[in-house]
């Protein structure tokens, strides 16, 4: 029964499609969770929407750009304070959050006007910030504003601005990846390129699908100045609005979250020649694979063997170091997607971790090619999980730590289950070798912590 | 030879990434391209690395290549026709899982 | 000198004070027992929600979504409301009130809620007779007021939908209004020490829960849909928040004769001794001795502070209205200047609120700014051009402000993520008077140590 209907899911049984159970001998061919399809309402399922997916995954990542939601003010207040990407210019893009504030009359009467004067203010409050992305949502999509018409009148009353419009209201797909479909597309198709950039290197590259969550991309951008590497555009992690109009530039483009932005790398293809290069930056081993690919790519490789000696050299005993207290040690990874094909080899090769269950939220059915490939048999992969299915699975394989969001993380605490920050991390960066060692010494925390171990003592009952 | 095909599939599947890229065009070329390039630098022909593309599937390879190496301590001293065959082996294998028998339907789909 | 009450200059928002609507109701929903409400809209509608409120409490609340896709925005969306509340129903076996709360989309699409509760409560009757499950609506399109608007919709919608006539009973209802559990748990003191017995609506108290040995704790609301429904029987309401619950307890008032109290808010010694005295007027019950003696340990503790530490320091506060307007009083109260006030969304009724008015006649010696429909750009702009503020009042969403200005502040209201454990805390009360004078005087002092600033002067303290 390779497909489980959990007893949770009894009077859902549409569900058993979304439930994998890995057996020997199973590949793809036979059993795909199926993904990316319509969510069950009521079923406390995890997703966010398009909206989201396209304004908090990826345009909101960029420190240069104003990123105005032209709805409701919820809309910009719930995508504001709930990531953890810094910048290297004084952390803008986290600081501020920009709303039309749509009332009750814009919506009978439409809300372009609105729009447009809360476009003027905000490149008035922000005067050294000319480049802006402006968004729909669900109230604004429904009157059939005009936003492309509000931004090209913006842009040519201003003169010095750039505007980048994404449609992509909250109900327009069944999770946040539809948000980062369009915003990729539409992007690659309207921005990229419009600028040319100074091109100081011969190796030059676009590092794709990294956020920059809590460093992230700092570590990558060090590594490939010392290899002597120029980042034409990092999309979008610590990036700029100009350099991702000059993705065409350059001569490859590495893509670590295949998921949210696999479409540009695609396109960037397709249309640029610029291939798509796949890459694993998470990982303590992938990490050197993946150096050693973009060497390989540049005819660099004694650089990067040098990179690669001298990081093994500081970072490996410290990884080692952790090596006992977690090999045999059950994880769970219950996040978007792509970090479950990224981890589960990674923690099991370089940790000698177990991963036992994985679910994902927004994956697509490549996702889980990809991660039931590298996934162990007897693990449990679910597409789209919800609570109850969660504390079934629990009970089931038994992990040691989750990685998962904050609010999920406070539901498994009671159950004895330290969690781990999946999404945003606890202390990061988790990219790179010093990134798989943060990882390894926060799983090692939570799963040797003290108070866990205390919970579980019941005082009443003696005996201690 | 067929466990051997076996073992490299199974290093292709839970190493790499660029079998399963978005659609079935990609993929098919990744897997040719890649093991073909495989075959190539392991018995020391020359590779095409003529545009990005081409030099992106040698740098795949490439490391492919010497991962095998490192892993299987057969592998280095095949024959050219032996690790053609082994390659071959693969790329069917590949094929199958990835392009041929599939169950993702959105691989198909024309736009990405 | 002049209190000057204005409108926000802009049109837009930057950096709101404020989420919308339906996050109101979903607070409202998450403090009553046995009940997972719905909301009809976009998932992020709800899945954000749920995020801050975990953020906030450092715990999870189960909310559900219609997840409203592409199809529903084109063709309507209540078959996927009639599937969510089955969905819940047939998976929660315990559950007892299921409120559909609405969006902007599904109210921009015009979707007939009530027309699915009719339909559900037919197949509730047929299939699931013995539960006594309620499905009620919730009206809170998102485009309206703000999350405090939609508490206090939220608040006389439910009562509306489950108040019902039976005995009188001798309890008042307690609408806390939109505040922590630390909170409810000093006004559920204020009303034992008075002798009245409280129907509190939301029970929040229980959101603390533990990790217990036998795993079978989980954070809930602890008002039940009897106590709701018995609001009509009350001998009295008391709505401490005039903007979050009034509308509940007027409710009563003209439907059910239950007479109301509302908005004194009892933050600061005075507001808390004007609270008791309408308690006791209402009740006839008097104010007890330990009450006095409460009152007297807490004056003793911030006279410590008052005019040393706190007297002229200038006071910028934003968050819900009525701890907005109570902070402000309660800082007058300490010889604070509570210069700049912000009213983080366009209701009418600020303009008309008397205690703003009141306030204004207070506040001697500065000038007194109140913006409505403010945003906290407000704030930071006028940092920024060089007014000088000694301390901030206000929820997390201003952290920046804080630390890129370096100014004190002190996290009250709603969210307060950045900082462990403030919702155990209560501001209402003479515990709250107390907690919160010294709090602000810690966190100048551990500004003071930080800055280097005087330091010494803690010396001898």
């Known amino acids: ?464 | 030879m067929e466990d051997r095909i076996g073992l490299v599939y199974s290093f292709v599947m839970e190493r790499c990434l660029w079998q399963f890229f978005s659609r079935n065009w990609d993929r098919e070329e990744n897997i040719r391209r890649i093991m073909g390039d495989v075959a190539k630098i392991q018995s020391g022909q020359e590779v095409d690395r003529s545009t990005n593309i081409a030099n992106s599937h040698y740098a795949d390879a490439k490391i492919l290549a010497s991962q095998l190496s490192q892993r299987f301590d057969w592998f280095d001293g095949l024959s050219w026709a032996k690790v053609n065959e082994i390659c071959d082996g693969v790329i069917e294998k590949l094929m199958d899982i990835a392009v041929v028998n599939s169950l993702n339907a959105e691989r198909n789909e024309s736009k990405y | 000198m002049a209190t000057l009450v204005k409108d926000k200059p802009r049109t837009g928002c930057i950096n709101p004070i404020f989420n919308c609507q339906p996050c109101g109701a979903q607070f409202a929903a998450i403090g009553i027992r046995d009940t997972i409400a719905l909301v009809h809209g976009g998932q992020g509608c709800c899945t954000f929600v749920r995020l801050m409120f975990a953020q906030h409490f450092k715990e999870n609340f189960d909310i559900a979504s219609s997840s409203l896709h592409e199809d529903a925005a084109v063709f309507g969306g209540t078959k996927r409301v009639i599937d969510g509340v089955k969905n819940l129903v047939l998976r929660y076996p315990d559950l007892k009130l299921i409120p559909i709360i609405t969006t902007c989309s599904t109210e921009t699409i015009g979707d007939d809620i009530e027309a699915c509760i009719v339909e559900l409560d037919a197949w509730l009757k047929e299939n699931h007779p013995s539960r006594g499950i309620r499905v009620i609506p919730i009206h809170t399109p998102s485009y309206k007021g703000s999350q405090a608007m939609g508490y206090n919709a939220a608040m006389e919608q439910i009562v509306r939908a489950l108040a019902k006539r039976g005995e009188p009973s001798k309890k008042v209802n307690v609408f806390t209004g939109w505040v922590n559990p630390g909170d409810v748990t000093e006004l559920k003191h204020l009303f034992s020490e008075m002798g009245i017995p409280a129907n509190i609506l939301m029970d929040t108290e229980t959101f603390a829960s533990g990790i217990m040995p036998d795993k079978s704790s989980f954070a809930y609301g602890d008002t039940t849909v009897s106590d709701l429904a018995n609001t009509a029987n009350a001998f009295a309401s008391v709505a401490p928040c005039a903007y979050e619950g009034g509308l509940a307890a007027k409710y009563l008032e003209s439907e059910f004769r239950v007479p109301s109290m509302v908005g004194v808010t009892p933050i600061g010694i005075e507001n808390t001794d004007k609270f008791l005295r309408q308690l006791s007027d209402l009740t006839g019950r008097r104010i007890p001795r330990s009450l006095v003696e409460e009152r007297a340990r807490a004056i003793d503790s911030i006279v410590d502070l008052g005019h040393m530490f706190l007297a002229g320091k200038r006071v910028a506060i934003y968050g819900d209205p009525d701890l907005v307007i109570g902070l402000a009083d309660y800082c007058i109260e300490l010889g604070m200047e509570p210069v700049l006030l912000l009213m983080g969304d366009d209701l009418k009724g600020y303009k008309k609120d008397t205690r703003i008015a009141e306030l204004g006649k207070k506040a001697v010696g500065f000038e007194m700014e109140v913006i409505l429909n403010a945003d906290l750009w407000e704030l930071e702009r006028r940092l920024r051009d060089g007014m000088k503020l000694d301390l901030i009042l206000g929820h997390s969403k201003g952290r920046f402000i804080a630390i890129d200005y370096q100014v004190p502040m002190v996290r009250v209201g709603f969210p307060v993520f950045d900082r462990a454990g403030m919702w155990k805390n209560p501001i209402f009360g003479y515990h709250g008077a107390e907690w919160l004078a010294e709090a602000i005087a810690n966190e100048f002092f551990a500004h003071m140590e930080f800055k280097k600033d005087r330091e010494w002067i803690l010396n001898v303290w």
């Open chain 1, 1 to 464: 029964m390779p497909m489980a209907l959990l007893e949770a899911d009894v009077k859902i049984p549409e569900r058993k499609k979304h439930v994998y159970i890995k057996q020997p001998g199973e590949d793809t061919k036979q059993y795909l969770p199926a993904s990316n399809i319509t969510t069950i309402p009521g079923s406390l399922s995890e997703r966010g929407c398009s909206y989201c997916g396209a304004k908090l995954v990826i345009g909101g990542v960029l420190k240069d750009t104003i990123q105005i939601i032209h709805g409701p003010v919820g809309c910009s207040y719930n995508t504001w304070h709930t990531k953890r990407y810094p910048s290297d210019a004084d952390n803008f893009q986290i600081k501020y959050a920009w709303s039309t504030d749509m009332k009750e009359s814009n919506v009978v009467f439409g809300g372009e006007a609105r729009l447009k004067k809360s476009m003027l203010e905000a490149f008035a409050a922000f005067p050294d910030k000319r480049r802006m992305m402006v968004y729909t949502t669900c109230a604004t999509a429904l009157i059939g504003d005009d936003i492309k018409a509000v931004a090209k009148e913006v842009q040519d009353e201003l003169g010095d601005v750039d505007i980048f419009c994404v449609e992509c209201p909250g109900f327009a797909g069944v999770s946040q990846s539809k948000g980062h479909h369009v915003f990729n597309i539409d992007w690659v198709n309207q921005k990229v390129g419009t600028v040319e950039p100074d091109i100081t290197s011969d190796f030059t590259i676009n590092i794709i699908g990294d956020y920059n969550i809590q460093g992230d991309a700092y570590v990558l951008q060090r590594y490939m100045d010392e290899i002597g590497v120029q980042v034409i555009a990092h999309f979008t992690g610590n990036g700029t609005y100009d350099a991702c109009r000059s993705m065409h530039r350059a001569k490859l483009s590495i893509t670590n979250c295949a998921r949210s932005a696999g479409y540009i790398a695609n396109e960037l293809q397709k249309q640029y020649g610029i291939p798509r290069m796949d890459v694993d930056t998470w990982g303590f081993d992938y990490v050197k694979e993946s150096l050693r690919k973009i060497g390989a790519f540049f005819n660099i490789e004694d650089r990067v063997e040098a990179l690669i000696e001298r990081e093994v050299a500081v970072h490996g005993p410290r990884l080692d170091g952790f090596k006992a207290g977690l090999a045999g040690k059950k994880v769970a990874i219950w996040t978007g997607g792509p970090r479950l094909w990224h981890w589960t080899k990674a923690l099991e090769d370089d940790l000698g971790m177990e991963v036992v269950a994985m679910a994902s939220k927004f994956g697509h059915q490549e996702d889980f090619e990809k991660v039931i490939a590298r996934g162990r048999v007897g693990t449990v992969y679910i597409d789209d999980g919800n609570e109850l299915e969660f504390f079934e699975v629990i009970d089931m394989v038994k992990p040691d730590v989750i990685f998962t969001g904050p609010r999920v993380g406070e539901l498994v605490k009671k159950v004895h289950i330290p969690y781990i920050n999946g999404h945003a991390y606890h202390n990061g960066p988790y990219m790179g070798f010093e990134g798989a060692v943060n990882m390894a010494r926060d799983m090692s925390n939570a799963i040797h912590s003290n108070l866990f171990k205390l919970a579980k003592r019941d005082i009443s009952k003696g005996g201690f």
